[in-house]
């Protein structure tokens, strides 16, 4: 319990201390409406009922309002009309004071619900921005999804209504076991109260018990709710692969299998949800029956039974909200705890405490000293690599798949931290200056051009938000865009769509192209940049990257020579280690590994 406890007060002091004026103002309508139902009601049955009902000649007891307000007894005499009319009027009035606070304060919560709402998700989404690559490649896309909107939902609750009844709950219980002594001892009844202070304690056991088996279900159901969105994502984004490949039916299984299990908890969750409703109405129901037995025994006026009767159900209606708002809490523990896994996930690349500038004028000078990566301990993918390109040279970068030339690429822009050596780019190493500055200088296409929902022109100017007309024309023209604009009726203002997907592979790698050309960045990676064009698109860019290059330090990763035609040099990769070094020709003389892969590449090509 203080565990969970501890939880929600961090997440309170995180996302409620910036909405505090509201949610003091939950608190405080909470709280009348705790007085208004907890004390109100039992005081109007105990002294508003017997004004109401009293005959003077009777024989009856004077009520005991009369008592203790002897103007009362005056005006009744004066006037009893009156008297009946302000005594029927103080029910309407106090429900109208309960219905109030209740509105304002569901009105008050679900403000600071939406509000929290949005900070939680913002919260998290920024973590997720700043969380190195190797952190999101170790989580599925989908879970990650539901984390950033199903389970932050789930925390709202938890600052909101939870939050909110952890106050309002054990005030209302508070203040009807105050009025329940008061009455007790008012009416000599003090046995009484112990018997029902018993039945309370008892109350409490079922609240913990089912507390500990509904935060386990509710982690599971969490747990499967994320593999299920995991399996919707897949599925959508390789929906050419399952159709190619028949998997239709796979998929439809294996979505099966996810959606049973979340189903299989979720039901387990309700079965311990509900079950403690029927229980605490149970013990309720004892309570009330030991009141009238004991009550009438001990020859109390139905007035005051009423009245105590009225002060114990809220006593014990109280508990069972607090009851359920306890179980709610267990219940989005798993929630919190997947939230926190990627909120106090530690950044394994944070930016430097110190950071330095690059010279005023950047020329794209990089160097490689002795770098060693690798993705899981004991299996290298970069071993003891030093190498230097100097400013504006096209460098090519070749070896069979996995020798590690993709990952080279990834390192400059710091996709990744080397394990061992430095990268400096004009004499200042990476992890040095900010990660903002580091990247400007760089423009990046990778294998798969992503685009953004947009327009092309907006695509193409990503990288650079204020570039000129002109200048995305040009860049255009050099990706070789211009050509298929001409058959779109809008033109550079056609929407892409989600991923770009009303655009061809070779569409968007060419969008993609000159989003990089736009950028004018003095550093230019292309990873299989050209992977997805046809043979004449490649040959257009072609023409243009030595004219592109110029000025440029360009690297240039292929398994298509012919991508290489323009390149001034080539560092031959295998196994990690950089194994030969030069022009085309130099290396087709001089290694048999770069003679073996140009020369299959021609057999296979012909």
């Known amino acids: 319990m203080i565990k969970i406890l501890r939880r929600v007060f961090f997440y309170v002091r995180m996302f409620l201390m910036p909405h505090i004026v509201l949610f003091a103002l939950a608190i405080l309508t909470g709280i009348a409406v705790s007085a208004a139902s907890g004390l109100g009601i039992p005081v109007m049955v105990k002294y508003i009922f ?3 009902f009293y005959s003077p000649g009777s024989g009856a007891e004077l009520p005991k309002l009369f008592e203790y307000i002897p103007a009362m007894e005056t005006l009744r005499q004066e006037n009893p009309t009156l008297v009946l009319l302000l005594a029927c009027a103080a029910l309407p009035l106090i429900f109208l004071l309960r219905g109030f606070t209740m509105w304002l304060n569901g009105i008050v919560v679900s403000i600071l619900g939406v509000n929290i709402s949005a900070t939680v998700r913002k919260t998290v989404f920024d973590k997720l921005q700043e969380l190195p690559i190797s952190f999101l490649e170790n989580h599925e896309k989908g879970d990650l999804i539901s984390r950033t909107m199903a389970d932050t939902g789930t925390v709202q609750i938890v600052l909101t209504r939870v939050a909110n009844d952890l106050f309002k709950q054990p005030i209302t219980c508070v203040v009807a076991i105050a009025t329940f002594l008061w009455m007790m001892l008012d009416s000599g009844q003090s046995a009484l109260f112990l018997l029902n202070a018993v039945l309370i304690a008892l109350a409490i056991w079922p609240i913990i018990l089912f507390g500990k088996r509904i935060t386990q279900k509710a982690r599971h159901a969490l747990t499967d709710l994320g593999k299920l969105n995991a399996v919707v994502q897949q599925n959508l984004e390789t929906m050419r692969e399952v159709r190619s490949y028949s998997m239709e039916e796979r998929q439809v299984l294996e979505f099966t299998q996810v959606a049973q299990n979340y189903c299989r908890n979720s039901l387990k969750l309700v079965k311990y949800q509900r079950a403690l409703v029927p229980i605490m109405e149970l013990i309720t129901a004892i309570a009330l029956a030991a009141l009238l037995v004991r009550g009438r025994g001990c020859g109390m006026s139905l007035s005051d039974f009423l009245a105590v009767s009225a002060a114990l159900f809220f006593l014990f209606d109280s508990m069972k909200k607090a009851g359920a708002t306890f179980n709610r809490l267990n219940e989005t523990q798993g929630a919190l705890i ?42 290298p993918v970069l071993k003891d690599v030093s190498v230097h390109i100097p400013a504006g040279q096209t460098v090519g970068l070749v070896g ?45 296409v990778g294998q798969q051009a992503l685009l953004f929902s947009g327009t092309i022109r907006e695509n193409i100017a990503l990288g650079c938000p204020n570039a000129s007309d002109n200048a995305i024309t040009a860049a255009a023209d050099a990706a070789a865009v211009t050509p298929f604009l001409n058959n779109l009726a809008h033109g550079l203002d056609t929407k892409v769509g989600e991923g770009g997907c009303s655009l061809s592979g070779g569409q968007r790698q060419r969008v993609a192209i000159a989003r990089a050309f736009v950028k004018d960045a003095p550093i230019l990676i292309l990873d299989e940049a050209t992977a997805s064009l046809d043979a004449e698109s490649e040959r257009d860019i072609q023409r243009e990257l030595d004219q592109i290059s110029a000025g440029r330090t360009t690297l240039i990763v292929a398994h298509r020579f012919s991508t290489l035609r323009h390149a001034e040099r080539i560092l031959l990769f295998d196994h990690g280690s950089i194994i030969a070094d030069g022009t085309h020709d130099q290396l087709y003389a001089s290694s048999p590994l770069y003679k073996e892969l140009y020369d299959r590449q021609g057999i296979e090509e012909n």
């Open 338 to 379: 997947r939230i926190e896994e990627i909120l106090t996930a530690p950044n394994t690349m944070p930016e430097p405490e110190h950071p330095l500038s690059f010279p005023d004028s950047p020329r794209g000078d990089i160097e490689f000293r002795n770098v060693s990566f690798s993705y899981e301990p004991g299996r």
């Open 400 to 444: 069979a798949s996995g020798a590690g030339k993709t990952t080279f690429a990834a390192l400059i822009p710091r996709f990744y931290d080397v394990e061992a050596g430095a990268i400096l780019i004009d004499g200042v190493d990476v992890r040095d200056v900010l990660t903002n500055d580091l990247r400007s200088r760089l423009a990046l």
């Open 50 to 52: 017997p004004v109401v």
